[in-house]
């Protein structure tokens, strides 16, 4: 389970102090879809990178089954990152000198990689349709054939939480909605818990856990149901 | 997990290990093709960065080999002489030696001493009508197409008088040029006895080049050449090879003296030999004690003499490369960063998936390590063909310049040293990102 508790993210922006996240609170079920919804610069981004160990936050802690992430040491966090959390990003985030499965490996290419690593990449990415474009490099796959490796670089750790930012929004919606439905069943079969940031609310079900986030503050939770007409 | 750090590197990233670490991991090559890929994504710049580090490698190269060939000159042209050269105490040589011409007879009296001979060594006052210091203004003056190795060639080629007694010389065994005349009837004889008060010389092949016939052609035995405003007939033409030897110009002790105002009562220099060649040193410790003011120097000494010389022009050569290695390095630093800048994002990913700093500096510094030891090897390349090309030049002075296998290898691995150093800011500064800051600066 995740706890995210009066967190405060500030950041220094030239002159001036820009508040990301104002003591938001929030808790996140385990094996859960969660989705954090709100306007453009409402903080979404912020909250999830701070959940990926990406950044600490100015105050405030979050809880990761237990373990207080702005209390990791170094080598912990490298290791929670590595290990434990898949991150999916808005514009793929491929690294153009890597071929796909390179790009899957990515997390294991420092240790060396074992036989069994590189195998399960391969299987990684056959089961999101690559199978054909293991030695190609991101440049020449289209945005979809990007984010699909991206996520099976996300899950090649088997990660106990994915965490996913805006992944369908440099996409059209037909691809969009091929990477939600990759997305749902890979989380439905894992049983991972998955975190999505979007501003896009047609994906939401009724199944789904729902965060709303407005200027760096929750403003509601779960309210699939009684803010529908805000959508 | 069995790592190897180095520093602020991590090995084991570049497949580096204990042995123990080395079972369980295949494919450890592959962030050694991750960096090589890095540097030939931006072609051009990598190569721009290679030339201005190589260059300056090549200088280093160069240098130490040159450096090299002299030494092994100047020792090649030591190992002739094997007697004991008497000078004035602290004359760097016999053309700046003088001493009184008694000495003679004490030289002689020192036990083990077998021949001693008086010589005078100077500066020819001119050759066929050009003076040394002519000569050097001329030679600055000019801009000779085959400059600047004519040019050097040229400050070393002052012709040198060097009087020699004909009687006392025969006794000597290991002198140098009466050796090196050339076979047959070009080469002449050397001094007599019967050439006293003669205006005969013996000249190397390379002053008989320098100082041709109207016709063009270089002079011959018989031929006259004028020096100081004089005819002297050549009766000799020697070739030793070695630079510092074939300027020397021999004739009798006595013409000499008047050729050069120099008064019977002084000489520059007395070439001595002892009973025993392998005791030369034990003999000079006792011509030095005998006489007050005199230096004696074996061949040994000459040698440790242009051994320290040389060791200080290394030094101020090498100072003079540092500058343009230095501004290589900055090349340096400036590609990296140029690159590391514009990768912050990727950065961020590596550091999303559990990079550590570590990691990213190890990959940078992998890249920059490639950098240097590509321009060292493109540096060792042009000394290579730098050498080819000047030995056509030197062929004339006996100088040769090889690349020993140890110059190469000390280029090669200074350049790689450069090249890391130059990576470590770039490198330092991409793993400092903090992972959301970095992927943010690349997305926008
Ligand atoms: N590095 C930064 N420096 C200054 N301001 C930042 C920085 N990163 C984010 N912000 C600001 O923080 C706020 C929240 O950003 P973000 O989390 O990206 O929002 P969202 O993802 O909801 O659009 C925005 O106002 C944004 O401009
Ligand atoms: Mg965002």
């Not at chain 1, 936050?57 to 898949?86: A, C, F, M, Q, W």
Request: charge should be neutral; glycine fraction near 8%; hydrophobic fraction near 45%.
């Amino acid at each position: 389970m995740i706890a995210v508790e009066n967190v405060r993210k500030t950041f220094r922006s030239g002159s001036h102090d820009v508040e990301a996240l104002r003591g938001l609170s929030c808790k996140i079920d385990r094996g859960r879809l969660a989705f954090i919804v709100g306007p453009s610069g409402s903080g979404k981004s912020t909250l999830l990178y701070l959940l990926g160990a990406l950044d600490l936050p100015s105050s405030g802690s979050i809880l990761v089954d237990g373990h207080d992430l702005t209390k990791l040491s170094e080598t912990d966090t490298n290791t929670y990152r590595r290990d434990h959390v898949g991150f999916i990003f808005q514009s793929f985030n491929l690294i153009g000198n890597l071929t796909c499965v390179e790009n899957v490996l990515i997390p294991f290419l420092p240790r060396g990689v074992t036989a069994a690593q590189k195998a399960r990449a391969v299987e990684l990415l056959t089961d999101v349709g690559l199978k054909h474009r293991l030695d190609h490099r991101p440049r020449q796959l289209s945005g979809g054939e990007q984010q699909r490796v991206a996520i099976a670089r996300a899950l090649v750790k088997d990660p106990k939480l994915l965490l996913a930012d805006e992944p369908t929004g440099e996409l059209d919606s037909k691809t969009g909605d091929e990477i939600y439905k990759i997305l749902r069943h890979l989380q439905a079969q894992r049983q991972t818990t998955l975190v999505i940031v979007t501003h896009d609310r047609r994906f939401i079900t009724s199944n789904d856990q729902v965060i709303e986030i407005q200027d760096g503050q929750l403003v509601g939770e779960d309210l699939y149901q009684t803010r529908a007409d805000l959508r | 997990m069995p790592n190897v750090r180095v520093w602020f590197l991590d090995l084991a990233t570049l497949g580096i290990r204990s042995p123990a670490g080395l079972s369980p991991y295949s494919d450890t090559g592959s962030m050694w093709k991750f960096a090589w890929r890095n540097l030939l994504t931006r072609p051009l710049r990598t190569a721009l960065a290679l030339i201005g580090l190589s260059i300056p490698i090549l200088g280093v190269i160069g240098l130490f080999s040159l450096s090299e060939a002299m030494r092994n000159l100047i020792g090649t042209t030591l190992s002739r002489v094997q007697g004991v050269v008497v000078l004035r105490e602290g004359a760097f040589s016999p053309v700046f030696s003088d001493l009184t011409s008694d000495l003679l007879e004490k030289i002689a009296a020192v036990p083990g001493v077998r021949a001693v001979t008086p010589e005078i060594w100077k500066i020819a006052p001119s050759v066929e009508g050009r003076s040394a210091a002519g000569n050097i203004v001329r030679n600055v003056l000019t801009r000779d197409p085959k400059a600047p190795s004519k040019q050097l060639q040229n400050m070393l080629d002052q012709p040198i008088i060097v009087g020699q007694d004909p009687t006392r010389r025969a006794q000597i065994k290991s002198e140098v040029f009466p050796k090196a005349l050339l076979k047959g009837e070009a080469g002449g004889r050397y001094l007599e006895p019967s050439d006293v008060g003669s205006n005969h010389v013996v000249i190397s092949t390379k002053i008989a080049r320098d100082n041709p016939m109207p016709d063009g052609q270089p002079r011959k035995v018989g031929d006259f050449i004028d020096i100081g405003g004089k005819p002297f007939e050549i009766i000799g033409l020697y070739e030793t090879g070695s630079m510092f030897l074939d300027v020397v110009v021999i004739m009798p002790i006595d013409t000499a003296r008047k050729l050069l105002n120099v008064s019977p009562d002084t000489v520059s220099s007395f070439y001595v030999e002892g009973d025993n060649p392998a005791l030369n040193e034990e003999l000079t410790a006792r011509i030095e004690q005998a006489l007050d003011g005199v230096d004696g120097r074996s061949p040994n000494e000459f040698a440790s003499n242009f051994g320290s010389l040389m060791s200080q022009l290394d030094l101020f050569l090498l100072a003079t490369v540092s500058l343009a290695l230095l501004v290589g390095v900055v090349g340096i630093i400036n590609t990296m960063l140029m690159s590391t800048t514009e990768r912050f994002a990727e950065f961020g990913v590596l550091r999303t998936n559990g990079w550590s700093r570590r990691h990213v500096l190890t990959l940078v510094t992998a890249e920059s390590a490639y950098l240097g030891l590509l321009a060292g090897v493109v540096g060792f390349v042009l000394a290579l063909v730098f050498t080819l090309v000047a030995n056509q030049f030197l062929t004339s002075t006996g100088l040769s310049l090889t690349i020993t296998p140890r110059n190469a290898l000390l280029g090669i691995l200074l350049s790689l040293v450069m090249g890391m150093l130059g990576g470590f800011y770039p490198a330092w500064k991409a793993s400092r990102m903090v992972p959301m800051a970095a992927i943010r600066l690349g997305a926008s």
